[in-house]
Each structure stands twice: as structure tokens, then as C-alpha cells.
């Protein structure tokens, strides 16, 4: 029922709307009362969402000096270990000294082989503080060493993944105590392939000059098989190594060099990724099931032929923005500590290499990997979902920064 409509003229004063109210029926009267009360409830309902818009500027004004004071921090620390990484390049016995003092890393040879197995450092700078004869840097030298992981692999195969974690010195010194330290810590992850150490040693320095001579053009007389074969006659404890493993090792660095990092040069792309390892990965149409080295790095899962991670070997990558994870349940034993990462809405945008070494777009919904524990697939979920949780976060920050920068006159502190 609506009110009639009155004629009513102004009133300037409480008498006025008395008398105006004794005109009206009590059914108009009742609606009126209802009109206030419902005016009053109306009113009261503005005061507390005024009272909660208050408190959540309040909030947001906390958070976004929070986040300010945050990105000033980092800004700084960024910027400090910008001009760290620069001192250790420059003199990297002075340059561990500063990390040290700036409290970054203790003074440990533990800490300091991390920070040089780890931190975006020129590889010539580390190959040379590692090279040093002093004690404390031959300590570091067996930590550094440590930081690898040679079980099961071959003796070509450790020296391709430990060459490439630095830039070996020149000095025949240095090389040799380098070596003698790979060859001591390579037997202790694979004791019974040689006798003693010393073997590995020998064997170690002769395949290096093996590759020196295959591939630098300067070399004209290239060593043969067999005189390579020649060469490491009785090393292994008076006894000759079986002709199968020095034929491996011969064929292997003929078809590929070791691949030493240039002067002053990084591989960006994969140093210090946020995880890698060997994962089992199921074919898409093709069922197979391949065993690659997975390296998880700013949102991205990339996967190698082997774990030399090298631009070559690389064989597909699946970006993760948008996509998801989750365990397998174990139905049968070929799809042990499995876990798939999958879209909820359709192809994931990745790409791969085809037999013919094409790059083409994959064509997968999901994409169903196998670790080779229960812990080891649990970590890779974990960190796999952290990876897609920050990309999540940095782009809503960039995307807050974008919208805050269009609009005139809009409130942008902390969002930068």
C-alpha cells in the first residue's frame, strides 16, 4: 500500500508537523511510523559500514607502510649484495671477507662453499679462491667438492656436472690439488669402481688432457684409442683398467668437449634453481616413460636429457602460472611416489623438442611424474607449489602498480 499523496506545506517548526500529522488517518500514521523506523534502521546500517570502511583504511594504510618499509629492505639488501658479489669477483679472498663481515654467511668452510656453489658468482672468481693452496680455502675446496652429488655416476659424467660449477684454474698447481680432492670424494661416492683413489686421480687428469687434445684446434696430432688406452696402462693399482671402461670414457669426450664456463660469463638461466632432480615423466599420447632431470626455476619446470643442464639437452619446459598439483593415489607399482601437474581449463601452454629436434607446442592437460620417494615427490609439491604461489603474488602486485598508475588521483602508497 502507498501513502496518498498530500499536499503539504513546509513546515518550520515541530508545531507545524504535529498538525500536519493529526491529518492523517492512522493507517497513514502507521506507514509513516514505519518510514522512520525504517529511515533510522537505514541510517544506522551507513554509520557501521562507515565504522568498518574506516577500520579497513586503517588496515590497508598499516599494510601498505608495511609493505613500503618491506620493499625498501630488500631494495637495500638486493643492492648491497649487488656490490658483494662485485667485491668477490673483483678480489674474492677480500670479497668472502666482506659477506663475512656483513654477516650474509658465517666464517665457515661449510658457508662460504654454499655461498660459491649457490650465489650468482663469476666461475673464474671461484675457481681461482678455490684454487688457493691456503688452508682454509683447501677446507672450502672439500666442502665445495661435497656439495655435489657423484653416486652412480660415471667418472666423464661427474667431471661434465663438477667442470661446470667453476672455472678450473691454469696453474698445473692448483689443477692438480683441485683433482687429487674431486678424485678422493668421487671414490667415496663409488668405492668399488676403482682401487684406490689415486687411480681416479690419474684417470681424472687423463681424460682432461684427453679433451684438451681432441678439441683444441692447435692439437695436430690427435691421441687415438688406443694410444689413449696406452696411456693408462697399469694405473689402477699396478692392474689395467678393462679396455670397455676406457673406450666409454674415450668415445664419450671425442663426441662432446666438457663444456667450461667462459670468462666472466653465467648460466642465468638455470643457476640456483629452486629445485632439480631426476623425475620419471609419462608421455602424453605415448605412454612411455622417460627418465629426465627436472629443474624448477621462477615458475617453470624445465626438463633435461641429463643433469649437465646444458642448453643442448634441454628437451621441454612446462610454465606453472595457473596451473595446479596434486599426490597420485598408488594403484599399481609402475606409478609409485607419482604426482601430476594439471589445468583446470584446458592445453597447458608448454613447449617441447620433437624427433627431429623442432620446437613444437606440447599437448598435454596434464603432466603425470613419478619421484623416486614418498619425501622426494612430497618436497617437489612443495615447492612446486610455493613457485606458483609467488608468481600468483608478484603478479598481483604488478597488476595493483598498473591499475594504481591509470587511474589520476588514485591513493598508491605501497604499491610499488
Given at each position: 500500500m502507498s501513502l496518498p499523496v498530500i499536499a503539504i506545506e513546509p513546515v518550520t517548526s515541530m508545531n507545524h508537523m504535529a498538525e500536519v500529522e493529526s491529518?492523517?488517518?492512522?493507517?497513514?500514521?502507521?506507514?509513516?511510523?514505519?518510514?522512520?523506523?525504517?529511515?533510522?534502521?537505514?541510517?544506522?546500517?551507513?554509520k557501521e559500514l562507515q565504522?568498518?570502511?574506516?577500520?579497513?583504511?586503517?588496515?590497508?594504510?598499516?599494510?601498505?607502510?608495511?609493505?613500503?618499509?618491506?620493499?625498501?629492505?630488500?631494495?637495500?639488501?638486493e643492492k648491497r649484495k649487488k656490490a658483494l658479489i662485485k667485491a668477490f669477483n673483483d678480489k674474492p679472498s677480500d670479497g668472502i671477507k666482506q659477506w663475512v663481515a656483513e654477516g650474509y654467511i658465517s666464517d665457515t668452510p661449510e658457508d662460504i662453499a654454499k655461498l660459491l656453489f649457490t650465489e650468482k658468482l663469476h666461475k673464474r672468481s671461484i675457481g681461482d679462491y678455490l684454487g688457493e693452496g691456503k688452508e682454509?680455502?683447501?677446507?672450502?675446496?672439500?666442502?665445495f667438492i661435497r656439495l655435489h652429488e657423484f653416486t652412480g655416476k660415471s667418472l666423464v659424467d661427474a667431471?661434465?656436472?663438477?667442470?661446470?660449477?667453476?672455472?678450473?684454474?691454469?696453474?698445473?698447481?692448483?689443477?692438480?690439488?683441485?683433482?687429487?680432492?674431486?678424485?678422493?670424494?668421487?671414490?667415496?661416492?663409488?668405492?668399488?669402481?676403482?682401487?684406490?683413489?689415486?687411480?681416479?686421480?690419474?684417470?681424472?687428469?687423463?681424460v682432461i688432457m684427453l679433451n684438451t687434445s681432441l678439441h683444441n684446434p692447435s692439437v695436430k696430432d690427435k691421441p687415438t684409442l688406443d694410444r689413449f688406452i696406452l696411456m693408462n696402462r697399469g694405473i689402477n693399482d699396478g692392474e689395467n683398467l678393462p679396455r670397455e671402461i676406457l673406450e666409454e670414457l674415450y668415445e664419450s669426450i671425442k663426441k662432446e668437449a666438457f663444456k667450461v664456463p667462459d670468462k666472466d660469463q653465467l648460466d642465468e638461466t638455470f643457476f640456483n634453481p629452486e629445485r632439480e632432480g631426476w623425475l620419471t615423466k609419462e608421455g602424453g599420447k605415448v605412454k612411455n616413460k622417460r627418465h629426465r632431470w627436472f629443474i624448477l626455476k621462477d615458475c617453470v619446470l624445465y626438463y633435461f636429457k641429463n643433469d649437465t643442464a646444458q642448453d643442448e639437452d634441454l628437451i621441454?619446459?612446462?610454465?606453472?602460472?595457473?596451473?595446479?598439483?596434486?599426490?597420485?593415489?598408488?594403484?599399481?607399482?609402475?606409478?609409485?611416489?607419482?604426482?601430476?601437474?594439471?589445468?583446470?581449463?584446458?592445453?597447458?601452454?608448454?613447449?617441447?623438442?620433437?624427433s627431429e629436434n623442432k620446437v613444437v607446442k606440447g599437448n598435454h592437460s596434464r603432466y603425470l611424474l613419478m619421484a623416486s620417494s614418498k619425501e622426494e615427490r612430497e618436497e617437489w609439491i612443495k615447492c612446486i607449489v610455493k613457485s606458483i604461489d609467488d608468481a600468483v603474488y608478484n603478479g598481483f602486485r604488478q597488476r595493483r602498480r598498473r591499475v594504481a598508475n591509470e587511474i589520476p588521483g588514485v591513493y598508491t602508497r605501497g604499491f610499488a
Open positions: 491529518r492523517l488517518s492512522e493507517e497513514e500514521r502507521r506507514l509513516l511510523s514505519e518510514i522512520r523506523a525504517q529511515k533510522e534502521s537505514v541510517l544506522d546500517k551507513i565504522r568498518q570502511i574506516a577500520d579497513i583504511d586503517s588496515e590497508l594504510e598499516f599494510l601498505n607502510e608495511v609493505n613500503e618499509k618491506e620493499d625498501r629492505r630488500d631494495k637495500e639488501i682454509a680455502n683447501i677446507a672450502t675446496l672439500k666442502a667431471l661434465r656436472v663438477f667442470l661446470w660449477s667453476f672455472h678450473l684454474p691454469g696453474e698445473a698447481q692448483k689443477i692438480d690439488r683441485i683433482m687429487e680432492l674431486f678424485a678422493s670424494y668421487f671414490c667415496e661416492c663409488n668405492p668399488e669402481m676403482f682401487k684406490n683413489s689415486d687411480t681416479c686421480y690419474v684417470l681424472a687428469y687423463s621441454g619446459n612446462i610454465p606453472l602460472e595457473n596451473l595446479k598439483v596434486r599426490e597420485i593415489p598408488e594403484k599399481s607399482s609402475d606409478k609409485l611416489h607419482a604426482f601430476e601437474v594439471y589445468s583446470e581449463t584446458g592445453i597447458i601452454k608448454a613447449w617441447k623438442k620433437d
